[in-house]
């Protein structure tokens, strides 16, 4: 089993940054690829992210390409989502999700087995 327990999120006006961290323990491994998702009220689940097992490969969804950036600090156990110039529509619960069996990047939420339990992101315009 793969904890995630994601942390950093809150309130923010527009423009604004936040950086998540999703910090991962049992049985972790740095062969693990990341991603994070964001969901909305009413809303279905949205791929915002995702790094392969080294960090040598990332993918973005549209609506953040050029404004996140995901890393991650695998001697720490722990994935991140830093979030530059926030919009009010970017206000959502963001989870952090672990993809064990390839390592690779992924956008499908199928695609990963573990999940945290989400921390608030709130943009105010």
């Known amino acids: 089993q793969v904890q995630l327990v994601e942390s950093g999120g809150g309130l923010v006006q527009a423009g604004g940054s936040l950086r998540l961290s999703c910090a991962a323990s049992?049985?972790?491994?740095?062969?693990?690829?990341m991603g994070w998702f964001r969901q909305a009220p009413g809303k279905e689940r949205e791929f915002v992210a995702s790094?392969?097992?080294?960090?040598?490969?990332?993918y973005y969804g549209d609506s953040v390409k050029g404004r996140f950036t995901i890393s991650r600090d695998n001697a720490k156990n722990t994935v991140y989502l830093l979030m530059n110039s926030l919009k009010p529509e970017d206000t959502a619960v963001y989870y952090c999700?672990?993809?064990?069996?390839?390592?690779?990047?992924?956008?499908?939420?199928?695609?990963?087995?573990?999940w945290g339990q989400g921390t608030q992101v709130t943009v105010s315009s």
């Open positions: 049992g049985r972790t491994s740095s062969s693990y690829a």
């Open positions: 790094i392969n097992w080294n960090g040598g490969r990332r």
């Open positions: 999700a672990a993809e064990t069996r390839r390592g690779t990047v992924v956008d499908g939420a199928t695609d990963y087995e573990y």
